[in-house]
């Protein structure tokens, strides 16, 4: 069985930072691209960024690019993602799945874990 357990969200200022994790579970994971997908309140959810298998290339939405990075550690099957210079606009829950096509950026489970709430507010 799939599972994804998204964890490190919380309260921030504007232009601060956080590292969110995602412990994967279920599927071999160093086999799959992944990717973090956020939503946020009346949103639909939205990609973010995408790392392949080995981590030789990664994928960004314009509105993260430069400020967050992607990373994975496929010994301990799990996905980062480092958030800096956060901004309001940031606030949603984030939400990590394996990825099914990466020009798509589409998901591949269609069961998605619970996600972690980020919250940037002064």
């Known amino acids: 069985q799939v599972q994804l357990v998204e964890s490190g969200g919380g309260l921030v200022q504007p232009g601060g930072s956080l590292r969110l994790s995602c412990a994967a579970s279920?599927?071999?994971?160093?086999?799959?691209?992944m990717s973090w997908y956020r939503q946020a309140p009346g949103k639909e959810r939205e990609f973010v960024a995408a790392?392949?298998?080995?981590?030789?290339?990664?994928a960004y939405a314009d509105s993260v690019k430069g400020r967050f990075t992607i990373s994975r550690d496929n010994a301990k099957n799990t996905l980062y993602l480092q958030m800096n210079s956060l901004k309001p606009e940031d606030t949603a829950v984030y939400y990590c799945?394996?990825?099914?096509?990466?020009?798509?950026?589409?998901?591949?489970?269609?069961?998605w874990g619970r996600g972690t709430q980020v919250t940037v507010s002064s």
């Open positions: 790392i392949t298998s080995s981590s030789s290339m990664t």
């Open positions: 279920g599927f071999v994971f160093n086999y799959y691209a």
């Open positions: 799945n394996a990825l099914k096509n990466w020009g798509q950026r589409t998901a591949l489970y269609a069961d």
